[in-house]
C-alpha cells in the first residue's frame, strides 16, 4: 500500500489538529481512494514539523503550505490570496491499468481564506476529474468529500454533501459512469448531485 496525505494546517499546534486530503493507491487490492480527513496530536503536528522532508519521502505526507505562496490582500476575501502554486502529480500502477492524480492548492472556503485542493483524475489517459474542489465553499453548498476507484470497474465513486439542493446536510453517495465521464469530465459537485437526482427520476 502506498498512501499520500496533503496536509492544510488550520490550526494552531495548541489545537493539536490539522485537515488533511489521504490519497491511498492500493495496487494490491486495485484500488485508489482519496479523501479529505483530519490530522491529530500534538505528536504528530511536531513530527511532521521536524522530519518534513522524511515524511514526505517515506509516508507521501505533504503539508499544503509548502505547495503555495500566499500575500496580504486587505481587501481580498480572507485577506489573503495565492500568488504562486505548485501541482503536485502521482502515479498510481494497479496491475492492468494507470491512474494518474494531481492536485494543486485552492481556496475552501474564499470568505475565510481557508485552504483545500482541486482534483484531477485520470484514468487509462483520459481525464474523468478536473479540478474538482474538496470542501465547502462560500459560493457552492454542494461539495466534495471522497473519490474512490477499483481497478477494470465501469464507474468510480464520489461522496460528499448535497448541501440544501437535496436537504440540509444530505449525504451523497454516486457511481459515475467511467465512458460517460470520459468526454466530460466532473469539475464540479453540483454536476454529481444532478447525476444522483437523475438516476432517482427527480
Known amino acids: 500500500m502506498i498512501g499520500y496525505t496533503l496536509l492544510a494546517?488550520?490550526?494552531a499546534h495548541a489545537d493539536a489538529t490539522t485537515s488533511v486530503v489521504r490519497v491511498s493507491c492500493?495496487?494490491?487490492?486495485?484500488?485508489?481512494?482519496i479523501e479529505t480527513t483530519f490530522l491529530r496530536?500534538?505528536?504528530?503536528l511536531a513530527t511532521l514539523e521536524s522530519r518534513r522532508d522524511l515524511v514526505a519521502r517515506k509516508y507521501g505526507y505533504y503539508e499544503i503550505a509548502s505547495l503555495l505562496s500566499i500575500r496580504e490582500v486587505a481587501d481580498a476575501p480572507g485577506g489573503r490570496v495565492i500568488t504562486d502554486r505548485q501541482r503536485t502529480r502521482i502515479e498510481c500502477a494497479l496491475a492492468t491499468e494507470s491512474v494518474e492524480i494531481s492536485f494543486e492548492p485552492a481556496f475552501a472556503v474564499p470568505c475565510s481564506g481557508a485552504f483545500t485542493v482541486a482534483l484531477t483524475v485520470?484514468?487509462?489517459g483520459q481525464t474523468v476529474v478536473n479540478d474538482l474542489v474538496f470542501d465547502e465553499t462560500c459560493l457552492d453548498e454542494d461539495f466534495l468529500r471522497s473519490f474512490s476507484y477499483t481497478e477494470q470497474s465501469e464507474f468510480f465513486v464520489?461522496?460528499?454533501i448535497a448541501g440544501t439542493s437535496i436537504g440540509p446536510n444530505f449525504f451523497l453517495r454516486q457511481a459515475v459512469d467511467l465512458e460517460a465521464s470520459r468526454g466530460r469530465?466532473?469539475?464540479?459537485?453540483?454536476?454529481v448531485v444532478t447525476l444522483w437526482k437523475q438516476s432517482r427520476g427527480r
Do not use: C, M, T, W
Not at 492500493?26 to 485508489?32: A, F, K, N, S
Not at 469530465?185 to 454536476?191: C, G, L, N, R, V
Open 158 to 160: 464520489l461522496e460528499g
Open 122 to 124: 485520470r484514468i487509462g
Open 26 to 33: 492500493i495496487p494490491e487490492l486495485g484500488q485508489v481512494e
Open 41 to 44: 496530536g500534538e505528536r504528530a
Open 185 to 191: 469530465p466532473i469539475s464540479k459537485f453540483s454536476d
Open 9 to 11: 494546517s488550520h490550526a
